[in-house]
């Protein structure tokens, strides 16, 4: 089972550029979120979606964008990018909000310089 | 605001001994609270998850248990293995959709 997939791994941006962090999941799972974990702290939610066509702000969603039109794919985007934004990215996916485990991609390694 | 909290940050053992990690919470009105473990370079794998209502869930060599009242969390690891060496996280769910808060995690170093 492939579960919640991310591409690329790593990725070194130059201030300015532009990306998309891809994410899918093969569980038919209805929510799915965007974490990133900095270096020694915790993850901070980013966006997160409770089905296709449904997406939300979490704690720290300035500087990116989400799109969910399928129930598979999540990707994030990246507009402008700035320092403050190298960190390690993370998509997760759940059937339930609140009941079930979430389940995480390997994580996407992203340097700003 | 639910703040998270996980001491120690790191922790060493021999092979073989049984260990606890804590985990605690400001805000009792948790809907369930969640263990994951992270290797290095990898995602979060997620261990046990304890309901509200429930006191303890169990995994094998894992057991975690849940005070609401104290805003405590453990896990316990029996019998514990190199393999175990990893970062362990907690993340206590606030009920409202996307309110995961999890704490910085305790590193766990099993000495063979």
């Known amino acids: 089972n492939a579960g919640v997939t991310q591409t690329p791994k790593f990725r070194i941006l130059k201030i300015g550029q532009s990306m998309t962090l891809q994410c899918t999941q093969d569980m038919n799972h209805n929510y799915m979120y965007w974490y990133r974990q900095d270096p020694g702290m915790g993850l901070k939610l980013i966006y997160y979606s409770v089905g296709a066509g ?3 702000k979490g704690e720290v969603p300035n500087g990116y964008n989400v799109s969910r039109s399928t129930t598979e794919d999540f ?3 990246l507009e402008l990018a700035a320092p403050s934004q190298t960190s390690v990215y993370f998509c997760a996916s759940s059937r339930q909000w609140g009941t079930e485990k979430l389940f995480f991609g390997s994580g996407t390694q992203l340097s700003v310089l | 605001k639910q703040e998270v909290t ?3 940050a790191a922790l060493s053992v021999p092979e073989g001994e049984n260990l606890v990690l804590n985990c605690s919470f ?6 369930n609270l969640q263990w994951f473990r992270q290797d290095p370079g990898k995602g979060l794998t997620s261990l046990l ?3 509200s209502s429930q006191r303890e869930q169990t995994s094998g060599r894992l057991n975690a248990s849940l005070d609401k009242s104290s805003g405590r969390s453990t896990l316990y690891i029996a019998a514990s293995q190199p393999g175990d060496s990893a970062t362990y996280l907690c993340a206590a769910n606030g009920g409202s959709q996307g309110n995961l808060i999890f704490g910085k995690g305790t590193k766990l170093s ?3």
Do not use: F, G, H
Request: net charge neutral; hydrophobic share 40%.
């Open chain 2, 49 to 51: 998850l304890i309901q």
């Open chain 2, 6 to 8: 996980q001491i120690p």
């Open chain 2, 26 to 31: 400001t805000d009792s009105a948790i809907y």
């Open chain 2, 110 to 112: 099993v000495k063979p």
């Open chain 1, 75 to 77: 990707p994030l985007r």
């Open chain 1, 54 to 56: 449904i997406t939300d």
